[in-house]
């Protein structure tokens, strides 16, 4: 028995509409928005909210992959600094599936197969992507900054996997070269009827003619597309009824995603499932991957919180300049202060429970939660008498701020802020994703995993505050 | 506990003008400042028996103010204290003197902060450790965004509305610019009004550009000897009361109780200084003050603070003019760090340049009448985990 156990979903709260772009540039507007990932954000932070949304029971789990793209690391895992943020045990199985828009199932696939081999009880799969296009071109506008989540256990969960099957297809339609940013492509009408159209085609009808089924059978399918109109072209040739079946790209309002685009169709098309309905899902990339899910009476637990529409709800709109800004397009003055230095990794790694999974501890004589930890308590003075206390998933409060417009930061003015913790404890720290004249002392705030900066090619990660909305 | 109190005087101070002194080195400044005192002390640099040197950033080791000088082989010791360098320097000193381990001890503050070519002061955080955060994560918050968290959080408990709050800080500022346009060797001699202050540019909301004190170079330096000595050398020394420090523990950062409304190390510090000086009621028995207004909103703190203004009632004083030169208790009569600027380690010699002149009488248009008894303040490092020195002087035994 195998099937998705739970889901979860983040995406940026910064949109950049596509019509702003278009003005920049003079050139069409594909219409709607995308969502951008902050100058603090990259696929590692997206990841660490989407597998937190999808860990918050207390299942065990036994692996962690990553699917992405965008890794900010070519040597160097990226999916152990997401179980070292969301507090995976050690024995915990991590793993990166890089270099393919259909890097989200290639790590289903496998989670799967270890599931049913019985050497895995839950693998969380996250999938993350932040890819770029050219300037002026229509993948700028297209592609936009996310990340889902999903856990594949051995029960039948929110919705079993009933079949699989896959094809690979060897075609550079869509590709990047080492030391390059922006994804390039093949000219299109080529690319899309030899490339995705004749691919999916065969994947799509090959599955059904696998398992015996028509599109009759399927309450919903969810597949990749690169765009909405060669999206809509498939779904029509393959036989689905377009207004009914077919699951939205969420292009408008997220844009093309990359590898988180599929999985966050996916949580799309379950906030909104029966139980009992049956799911085509396929992805796309140097061939595909399609699956079969029938979701269950347990859809219901993540129908009463609709993660994803609540996402897609918070938003601030940003103009093209602090894109551009934010994706290191132009070079920006920043304002005239010393350099910060490169990271110690030394002490990155000594103190990797408190920076990495926001550990503080509380003395266990006075009660005085105290982050960073310490050895004698800042209360009662008590030695070496603490326990190890989790901050990141507690509630907190501004009890004081202020707009900091001097200090080194890609972006000032910075909002720093002496948080308040539900239970004690008190950080200060930056408050990010927030319109610095909303910012208020009371003030609902939750902690966020982001990305301080890049030194001597050292990604430097820690815990900020975003208002709770 | 004895305390330092009449066991030692200060018998020569110098001090350059302070500012953006490009022609000048750290060591030219050093030796200007140290020459000074040593010709106002009457005694020549090889009398020195041993020396001290405060700096922040401009200096490493004992060697940064033996090499300039040319200290013959004494014992010179470099300290560091973040904002109360300077006076961490003296306090060197005064201790050594104190003990009969020397008689005559130099101390020597100095900073030269435009070399850089930053805005502000440069943090001083050292891998494997960390002022804020976690030794790996070195979070940096801007001097003036740290002090505002104070100005929002006094603001919101005292009910004042943001441009009451501005005004009243803006008056300090106007009174502190006041002052140091009587004074020859500020940075900023010029004078400002409250709508100036209030239009400046935001730095850290709610601060401004004017509420906040100057990116400065200087330096200052004192000789001091055992009081029973001091009149050998001149008629008028000036005797130490008190040498106080209160260094937090970063309380404040860590725990939900402290308010922000107020700096607990000041309240100590302070506490600390009028027991060793034998101060019952400051407000009254102090004759002036030079304090450490690096943002404005903390000289409004520091009338609370240190027990001169009721808890929430410093509106009151400043709208009476109570610190102003003619007040009842003149509060940084030279212009303060607002028009000196903040050379760090030579901030607080500074401070006690203008306590000596004031006692001896010699502040020329800014001296204030009949006084006995003036005090330093200084505060650094990191709100809710700081470092705050306060001294006092006074002009006879007793």
Known sequence: MVGITSVGAYVPIYRLSRDEIARIWGTRSLGGEKAVAKHDEDSITMAVAAALDCMQGSQQVNGLFLATTTSPYQEKQAATIIAAATELPRETHTADCTNSLRAVTVAMKSAIDAVLSGSAKNVVIIASDCRMGWGK???????????????????????????????????????????????RSWEGRFIMSKGYMDTMQRLISGIMEKYKLTPANFAKVVFYGPDSRSHANLAKHLGFDLR???????????????????????????????????????????????????????????????????????????GYPKYLNWRDLVPIEEPRRPEPRTPSVTCLWRERRSVLAFYGNRCKQCGTVQYPPQRICVNCQAKDY???????????????????????????????????????????????????????????????FRKLGQRGGIYNYFWKAAPVL | MEGIRDKVAIIGMGCTKFGELWDKSVDDLIIDATSEACEDAGIELKDVQAAWLGTVFSGHTAISLSFPLKLQYIPVTRVENMCATGTEAIRGAAYAVAAGVCDIALAVGVEKLKDTGWSGVQPTNVVGTSTMGTSATDLEFSPPAMFALLAQRYFHNYKLDSD???????????????????????????????????????????????????????????????????KNFRDDPIYIKSLAISVGARQGQMMQNYDFAHVEENVRGSRMAYAEAGIKKPRKELSMAEVHDCFTIHEMLIYEDLGWSPRGRAKEDIEAGTFTLKGELPVNTDGGLKCFGHPLGASGLRMLYEVYKQLQGKAGQR????????????????????????????????
């Open chain 1, 386 to 448: 603490a326990e190890d206390y989790r901050l990141s998933d507690k509630k907190g409060h501004i009890f004081t701020y202020s707009v900091d417009y001097l200090t080194s930061s890609k972006d000032p003015p910075v909002v720093i802020a002496a948080v308040d913790f539900e239970g004690g404890g008190r950080v200060m720290c930056e408050v990010t994703d927030c319109e610095p004249d909303k910012v208020e002392i009371g003030m609902a705030v939750k902690m966020c």
């Open chain 1, 137 to 183: 071109s229509e993948f700028e506008q297209l592609l936009g900054d996310g990340a889902a989540a999903l856990t594949i256990g051995n029960s039948d969960g929110i919705a079993s996997i009933e079949g699989s099957y896959s094809l690979f297809s060897e075609l550079l339609d869509v590709w990047r070269p080492e030391g390059e940013v922006f994804s």
């Open chain 2, 164 to 230: 009451e709050g501005k005004r009243l800080l803006a008056e300090i500022t106007v009174k502190n610019h006041h002052n140091g346009s009587l004074n020859p060797k500020a940075h900023f001699q010029n004078e400002v009004t409250v709508e100036q202050v209030m239009k400046a540019p935001i730095v850290a909301w709610p601060l401004g550009v004017l509420d906040s004190c100057g990116v400065s170079d200087g330096a200052a330096a004192a000789i001091v000897t055992r009081a029973d000595m001091a």
């Open chain 1, 244 to 318: 009914t079946q077919v699951q939205d790209t969420l292009f408008d309002a997220i844009g093309n995603s990359g590898a988180a685009a599929l999985p966050l169709m996916l949580v799309a098309a379950l906030e909104e499932a029966r139980p009992g309905d049956r799911i085509l899902l396929a992805s796309y990339g140097d061939g595909g991957d399609a699956f079969i899910i029938r979701v269950t009476e347990n859809i219901r637990e993540i129908q009463e919180k609709q993660k994803l529409k609540e996402l897609l709800l918070r938003k601030i709109y940003i």
């Open chain 2, 367 to 398: 001296q204030v009448k009949n006084p006995k008894l003036g005090l330093t303040h200084n505060l650094g490092g990191n709100l809710g985990g700081a470092i705050c020195s306060v001294t006092i002087l006074g002009n006879s035994m007793g």
